[in-house]
């Protein structure tokens, strides 16, 4: 007999595009699935056949149409997901991605992805500011466990917030070596002829200010400029969501040396990542890096940055500059000068890569979920 307990996954909260707490979801789920734990999971009906093929021994509870936009899902996340987790008989409540039920006498366990909203305000909108720092404090008050996927994230919250976050759990994501991994000779050729060059530079992810693109882009262009016979043929690529960078658009428009690839299939990554000269991911702030790890996953050189939780996964498989354009350009131009340490990056990359699992994720969840149980024992008795 199972004596997990019976645990209320609320990914209604994933947005269409599968982006931030998609990511997470889309690889925890199956981590927690495949270690017996017994799942319930709140969906919207977009996402129902990819979740309940990602976790088929799970209860999927779907959430009525009339509740999918933002706003209606906020409401029933405070008065329909109690009703879920009563009717479901679940023991414990994992809300994933900063908002929560504040009205249930079920246990809660609440993830906070970064603490930009406090460290970082201009890089979101002001009502978004506003938001997110609201709920990150009323987790710290309310929430039985915290989740947290960095140290610095941690620490940043502790910062701004006061000492009890200190009390979050870091569960650091992992990586998916069935997706991200050595590209083939193939693939490669495939993702030459997609972008038109044998050799570039790679960013990917979303645009958003943080991100830093288009520091990246004029650091490129300058390093092109000033090393012409260094970078004579390597191309800027830039795949990944658009996000809300307005500045992006000006940026790459300012040479045909840039090239803007939006969405890139999944089989492609690998060697979009791995095929690159560089990886480049100059971000101000991350709570976790996950593109970084999945750089490093395919063997790539990455440049990035030491803001907040790139070092810890980085550690001394990337390259490090800061995140301005002068600085990029130096670096960049200083790894094409090397190839010999692009090629130690790589190998150092993905063995350190190798280190971050979604089933040691998973493991700390459960942790989590148990404490949830406990404390909420000892506050009730």
């Known amino acids: 007999m199972n004596t997990q307990p019976r645990v209320l996954i609320d990914a209604t909260a994933i947005p269409a595009s599968l982006g931030g707490v998609g990511r997470y979801l889309e690889h925890l789920i ?4 495949l270690q017996g734990a017994r799942l319930v999971i ?26 999918a936009s933002r706003g209606a899902r906020l409401a029933w996340e405070q008065f329909g997901l109690p009703s879920v987790a009563r009717r479901t008989r679940s023991d414990v409540i994992h809300s994933p991605h900063y908002t929560f039920p504040l009205f249930t006498r079920r246990p809660r366990v609440v993830t906070l992805h970064d603490a930009t909203f406090f460290s970082d305000p201009d890089a979101h909108s002001t009502l978004k500011t506003a938001f997110f720092r609201t709920w990150t404090r009323l987790a710290i008050r309310f929430a039985q466990e915290l989740l947290v996927p960095s140290d610095a994230t941690r620490s940043e919250i502790v910062r701004f917030v006061g000492p009890r976050a200190a009390r979050a759990r870091v569960a650091y994501h992992g990586v998916d070596t069935t997706q991200f991994h050595l590209p083939t000779p193939d693939s490669v050729r495939d ?29 490129f262009l300058a390093a ?34 840039v090239h803007r690839l939006g969405y890139v299939e999944k089989a492609l990554l690998p060697a979009l990542l791995g095929g690159a000269d560089v ?30 939780a790139l070092p810890e996964v980085g550690g001394d498989a990337v390259e490090y500059t800061e995140p301005t ?6 670096t960049l131009t ?34 989590a979920y148990d404490a949830a149980i406990r404390e909420q024992s000892r506050s009730l008795s």
């Open 334 to 367: 200083a790894l094409l000068a090397a190839p010999e340490r692009r090629a130690t990056l790589g190998a150092r990359a993905r063995a350190r890569a190798a280190g971050f699992s979604w089933a040691h994720t998973a493991r700390t969840h459960a942790e």
């Open 325 to 330: 354009e002068d600085a990029i350009a130096a």
């Open 30 to 33: 199956p981590a927690l699935d």
């Open 224 to 257: 092109a400029r000033d090393q012409p016979e260094l970078f004579d043929g390597v191309q800027l690529v830039i795949a990944g969501a658009p996000g809300w960078d307005d500045d992006v658009d000006s940026a790459v428009a300012m040479s045909d040396r």
């Open 42 to 67: 709140a969906v919207q009906e977009r996402d129902r056949t990819w979740i309940a093929s990602a976790a088929p021994d799970a209860e999927l509870v779907a959430l009525p149409r009339r509740w």
């Open 191 to 219: 993702v030459r002829q997609l972008i038109g060059a044998d050799r570039w530079i790679a960013f990917l992810g979303t645009l958003e200010p943080r991100k830093n693109v288009p520091a990246l882009i004029r650091g």
């Open 279 to 308: 990886v480049a991911y100059p971000s101000s702030a991350e709570g976790f890096g996950l593109p970084v790890l999945e750089a490093m996953a395919c063997g790539a050189a990455v440049l990035t940055t030491r803001r907040l």
